[in-house]
C-alpha cells in the first residue's frame, strides 16, 4: 500500500522579542499559496501566521527534507524576524488591526470520537491566537477507515506528545483530541500542535509515528473501549499518568 504523508503547519514570527503579525509580509492564502517551486511547496499567511504546505512524502527523510526546505526558504525571505516555537501567543493589540488578523478558517472539522462536528473555537481572549502543525495522510485505507486512522492518530501521536508539547494554551481553540477532517485523498489529522517542526528528530517522528498509525489500523488491531475516554482525556487534559498507562499498554 503506497502511503504519502503531507503537512501544512503554522507558526508565528518575532522581532526584537515581540510576536509580531505576519500580515502582508509572505503574500498567499488558504485559497491561492504562493509556490516556491514546481513540486507543490507553498507558503503562505493564515491570520497573523505564517502557513506553508509541503509536497506529500514517502519517506521519512523526504518529510524532513521538504520541511526544511521550506522552513530555510522562509528564513531567507524573513531574515529580519526570529521564529517563534510557541504554538499559543497573546498578540498586542496594535498587532492585530488588520481586518485579516480577524478572519479565521471558516471549515469545520469533526471529531472521531462523537463522530460530531466539532463547534466553532472560542475564547474570551480576543488576542490569543494558536499554530497548528496538521498532518495529511494519502491511502487507500485513510480512505477506507478514515475513523479508525484518526483513532490511531490520537493514540500513536496525540497521546505521546504531551510528552514533548509543553503549550497547552491552544487546546483552549483548537487541537482536541481526535479532530479531523475527511480528505479525497484520505484524512487530515488536526490535533497538534506545530511543536514538532523545529527539529529534525521530531518531524521524523512524527512521519513515523504516523505510520505506526497506519500500521496499527492495518493489521486490525483494536483500541480497547474503555480507553477511548483515557485517550481523549490524556490529549485534552495534557494527563501525563494517563499517558504513562496507555504509552505502556500500547508500546508507543
Same mark, same amino acid.
Given at each position: 500500500?503506497?502511503?504519502?504523508?503531507?503537512?501544512?503547519?503554522?507558526?508565528?514570527?518575532?522581532?526584537?522579542?515581540?510576536?509580531?503579525?505576519?500580515?502582508?509580509?509572505?503574500?498567499?492564502?488558504?485559497?491561492?499559496?504562493?509556490?516556491?517551486?514546481?513540486?507543490?511547496?507553498?507558503?503562505?499567511?493564515?491570520?497573523?501566521?505564517?502557513?506553508?504546505n509541503i509536497k506529500p512524502s514517502e519517506t521519512k527523510?523526504?518529510?524532513?527534507?521538504?520541511?526544511?526546505?521550506?522552513?530555510?526558504?522562509?528564513?531567507?525571505?524573513?531574515?529580519?524576524?526570529?521564529?517563534?516555537?510557541?504554538?499559543?501567543v497573546t498578540f498586542d493589540k496594535d498587532e492585530l488591526?488588520?481586518?485579516?488578523?480577524?478572519?479565521?478558517?471558516?471549515?469545520?472539522?469533526?471529531?472521531?470520537?462523537?463522530?460530531?462536528?466539532?463547534?466553532?473555537?472560542?475564547?474570551?481572549?480576543?488576542?490569543?491566537?494558536?499554530?497548528?502543525?496538521?498532518?495529511?495522510?494519502?491511502?487507500?485505507?485513510?480512505?477506507?477507515?478514515?475513523?479508525?486512522?484518526?483513532?490511531?492518530?490520537?493514540?500513536?501521536?496525540?497521546?505521546?506528545?504531551?510528552?514533548?508539547?509543553?503549550?497547552?494554551?491552544?487546546?483552549?481553540? &483548537?487541537?482536541?483530541?481526535?479532530?479531523?477532517?475527511?480528505?479525497?485523498?484520505?484524512?487530515?489529522?488536526?490535533?497538534?500542535?506545530?511543536?514538532?517542526?523545529?527539529?529534525?528528530?521530531?518531524?521524523?517522528?512524527?512521519?513515523?509515528?504516523?505510520?505506526?498509525?497506519?500500521?496499527?489500523?492495518?493489521?486490525q488491531i483494536q483500541i480497547d473501549k474503555e480507553d477511548? &475516554?483515557?485517550?481523549?482525556?490524556?490529549?485534552?487534559?495534557?494527563?501525563?499518568?494517563? &499517558?504513562?498507562?496507555?504509552?505502556?499498554?500500547?508500546?508507543?
Amino acid at each position: 500500500m503506497k502511503i504519502l504523508i503531507g503537512a501544512d503547519p503554522e507558526f508565528f514570527l518575532m522581532q526584537n522579542g515581540k510576536h509580531k503579525s505576519a500580515v502582508g509580509l509572505i503574500g498567499g492564502s488558504k485559497w491561492k499559496p504562493l509556490f516556491i517551486d514546481n513540486e507543490g511547496n507553498a507558503i503562505q499567511e493564515d491570520n497573523v501566521s505564517v502557513e506553508f504546505n509541503i509536497k506529500p512524502s514517502e519517506t521519512k527523510e523526504e518529510f524532513r527534507s521538504v520541511i526544511n526546505k521550506v522552513l530555510n526558504h522562509l528564513k531567507e525571505k524573513l531574515n529580519t524576524f526570529d521564529f517563534s516555537t510557541d504554538s499559543a501567543v497573546t498578540f498586542d493589540k496594535d498587532e492585530l488591526n488588520s481586518p485579516q488578523a480577524t478572519q479565521f478558517g471558516c471549515e469545520p472539522d469533526y471529531n472521531a470520537w462523537s463522530m460530531q462536528q466539532n463547534p466553532k473555537p472560542y475564547n474570551s481572549n480576543k488576542q490569543l491566537r494558536s499554530a497548528g502543525g496538521h498532518i495529511h495522510i494519502g491511502c487507500e485505507l485513510a480512505q477506507e477507515k478514515p475513523i479508525d486512522i484518526i483513532r490511531a492518530c490520537d493514540l500513536f501521536l496525540g497521546v505521546p506528545s504531551i510528552e514533548y508539547d509543553k503549550g497547552v494554551e491552544r487546546r483552549k481553540l &483548537y487541537g482536541l483530541a481526535g479532530s479531523f477532517r475527511k480528505k479525497e485523498y484520505g484524512v487530515e489529522y488536526r490535533s497538534l500542535s506545530n511543536w514538532w517542526i523545529f527539529n529534525d528528530w521530531s518531524i521524523e517522528w512524527v512521519f513515523e509515528q504516523t505510520q505506526k498509525a497506519i500500521n496499527f489500523v492495518e493489521k486490525q488491531i483494536q483500541i480497547d473501549k474503555e480507553d477511548y &475516554y483515557n485517550i481523549q482525556k490524556c490529549i485534552n487534559l495534557s494527563c501525563y499518568d494517563t &499517558y504513562l498507562n496507555l504509552k505502556s499498554k500500547y508500546n508507543l
